[in-house]
Every structure is written in structure tokens, then in C-alpha cells.
């Protein structure tokens, strides 16, 4: 399949090294198991079945896209569970060339400050790529944080909600939706971006590329093993701390009316006027 751009031609960077963010996150038609923690009031991930957060997947075919434009390179990295680490398989098998987990205790609870903040660390010691790609936003935080944050700590500029990227030389041309439609920048490299959801299709993982993902290799970080702030790691190290947790009482009772029609709806607005509803007759 022949890849086209979207944008004028010009000279084209070479090469580009990518990382892409990607989060495991929990399937949303397994969310009738969540739970949450009465302690910490974070969500209890362990045994529920995940999914890789659909605008990561964005980001990653993004990647992938522009691996077969220039033939660059791409990692993946993400702070998960080890046993999220079939997600990050997943993605090798979809085309990536190596991945990163970062996975301690020690980072659990983590807000997305920590989040970004331990992922700028693991970055740095992987070593500062040309591009950081990542979704817009997670579906189950759905903050829109992390990117952001990512580029503060690391002092890179950054866009969110971008549909397509292109690297030239040593900029990147971005399309950034907006509520208009669309607007295209030209940005610095190195640079995070922060994909938009939906804004392309990424490709099936074929036999082929599972079997290339056997050979490809997954390094895991422990905290140990980077250089990080421990005040700034973790639930201790999240400024963001839930309140009061209140869950909705959602239970419904049924009731079943008889008569003819004129007589049921009397039936029910004297049942709404019993409920306290003002009612317009």
C-alpha cells in the first residue's frame, strides 16, 4: 500500500525516532467489575481485563504511518501492571520495533502529574527521541493531562488534538482539529503531540507481525532502575486526592398499571404528583 501525504511537498526529513504513550485500560464491557478502593479511592485494576486506550492506538498507527513514510523508528512505553504487558505486545505485533513498561509498587495511585512525571524520567533514560506521540485522552481518566504535562516536565513544545502529522527536515507539520474544523502549525522537533481520537484507522495485527513481536524486546523499568523523586512518585506523590466518594443508589422498581389508556396516564400523574414533580395538565 503506498502511503501519501496529506501536506504540499517539500524536503522530507530522513528518519524520525518516535515514542508513543500508551495506556492499558480497562474494557468497557468489563466495567460492571470495577470496583473502587474505599482507602486510597482509586480505581482496582488488578483482574479486570484491559484494552489499549483507543486514542493511543490513534497515536501509535500515526507512528506506524510515518515509520512507513521515512522509515523511522518506533517504541512504545507505558507505566502499567506487568500484567498489562500483552497491550504492549499488541502493539509491537501492530508494527512498533520495542517497548518500555515502567512497573513498581511504588508507582501505583499515581495522578497524572506522577504519571508524567515518572514517564519523563523513563524517557530520559532511554534518551530523548525525535517525537513523543500520545492519545488525546484515556478513556477511563479522560484528563487530557498527560501529554501536556509530559512536554512541561521535558521542556518540549507540544499540540493536542491533532488528526496528522508529517516531519520535515527538523520540524514537524501538524493539522490540529478545532471546533471550526481544522488549523495546520509547524512545530519544533523534538515535540510532543497528542493525537486526536478517531483520526485514523490503525491496521490489524496480522500472523506476521505476531510472530515478528516474539523477537522484538520489552524492557521493564522498576523504580530502582530510574533516577526519580520519590515525593513525586506514587499516590504520595499525586497532588490530586479524591474527596468523599458518594455511589448513586441506581436501583429501580417497577410497577405495572391497568386499564384503559385514559385511565393509565391518570394512574401516572398521580404517581408523579405522589413523587413531588410538578406536573402541567
Not at 499488541?90 to 497524572?112: K, N, P
Not at 410497577?255 to 394512574?267: D, V
Request: hydrophobic share 40%.
Amino acid at each position: 500500500m503506498r502511503i501519501e501525504s496529506v501536506f504540499p511537498k517539500r524536503e522530507r526529513r530522513i528518519s524520525v525516532n518516535i515514542i508513543v504513550c500508551v495506556k492499558p485500560v480497562p474494557d468497557p464491557d468489563k466495567y460492571n467489575l470495577l470496583t473502587i478502593d474505599p482507602q486510597t479511592k482509586r480505581l482496582v485494576r488488578e483482574g479486570i481485563p484491559t484494552v489499549i486506550n483507543p486514542s493511543d492506538k490513534n497515536a501509535l498507527e500515526e507512528a506506524l504511518r510515518l515509520k512507513d513514510l521515512y522509515g523511522a523508528k518506533v517504541s512504545v512505553i507505558s507505566m502499567t501492571p506487568l500484567f498489562s504487558v500483552d497491550k504492549i505486545k499488541q502493539c509491537l505485533a501492530m508494527g512498533a520495533d520495542e517497548g518500555f513498561v515502567i512497573s513498581d509498587r511504588a508507582f501505583g495511585g499515581a495522578d497524572t502529574f506522577s504519571t508524567s512525571y515518572t514517564l519523563m524520567k523513563a524517557i530520559e533514560e532511554i534518551g530523548t527521541p525525535d517525537l513523543i506521540l500520545a492519545g488525546n485522552e484515556s478513556a477511563d481518566g479522560a484528563t487530557s493531562h498527560v501529554p501536556v504535562q509530559l512536554a512541561e516536565w521535558m521542556s518540549l513544545p507540544h499540540i493536542t488534538n491533532v488528526t496528522v502529522t508529517e516531519a520535515f527536515e527538523t520540524k514537524l507539520h501538524v493539522r490540529k482539529k478545532t471546533e471550526e474544523g481544522s488549523v495546520d502549525y509547524e512545530i519544533d522537533l523534538p515535540a510532543v503531540i497528542a493525537v486526536e481520537r478517531n483520526s485514523n484507522q490503525p491496521r490489524m495485527i496480522t500472523a506476521k507481525g505476531m510472530v515478528s513481536a516474539r523477537s522484538k524486546p520489552i524492557r521493564v523499568f522498576a523504580k530502582d532502575d530510574l533516577d526519580v523523586d520519590e515525593s513525586l512518585i506514587g499516590l504520595c506523590g499525586s497532588p490530586t486526592q479524591p474527596g468523599e466518594l458518594i455511589v448513586p443508589n441506581l436501583k429501580r422498581a417497577s410497577q405495572e398499571l391497568k386499564g384503559e389508556p385514559e385511565e393509565i396516564a391518570a394512574q401516572i400523574i398521580t404517581l408523579i404528583k405522589k413523587s413531588g414533580v410538578a406536573v402541567a395538565v
